[in-house]
């Protein structure tokens, strides 16, 4: 299994950037895909997931700026990121999440690399 994120960056605040994950060794099509952030000090939190039917949830503090979207043709997830804060600075991750519904969720895969954004104010 590896899930590789890219699309990091150094952003102003009120920037944008588009994160994707490439999935393999998964059912891809069969599984929900979510994009994870995580700050020092802090656990793990999923912001956005999308389950295998596109049905979506995302975090009150990400909605209506993130959207989260897959491509299963290309095995791979994505997350457009715009009007970016400072709260938003963290390393992202995408995982397989066992429920949308809850912030710290158990995953199906072992973690891949993370992408770093940080969001200059």
């Known amino acids: 299994v590896q899930l590789q994120a890219s699309g990091g960056g150094l952003v102003q605040a009120g920037g944008y950037l588009r994160l994707s994950c490439e999935a393999s060794?998964?059912?891809?099509?069969?599984?929900?895909m979510g994009w994870f952030r995580q700050v020092p000090g802090k656990q793990r939190e999923l912001v956005a997931g999308?389950?295998?039917?596109?049905?979506?949830k995302y975090d009150d503090s990400v909605k209506g700026r993130f959207t989260i979207s897959r491509d299963s043709a290309k095995r791979t997830v994505f997350l457009q990121m715009n009007n970016l804060n400072a709260g938003d600075t963290a390393v992202y991750y995408c995982?397989?999440?066992?429920?949308?519904?809850?912030?710290?969720?158990?995953?199906?895969?072992?973690w891949g690399q993370g992408t770093l954004v940080t969001v200059s104010s």
């Open positions: 999308i389950n295998a039917s596109g049905w979506i």
């Open positions: 995982n397989s999440p066992y429920s949308l519904y809850v912030k710290h969720p158990g995953t199906r895969f072992s």
């Open positions: 060794g998964i059912s891809f099509r069969e599984n929900a």
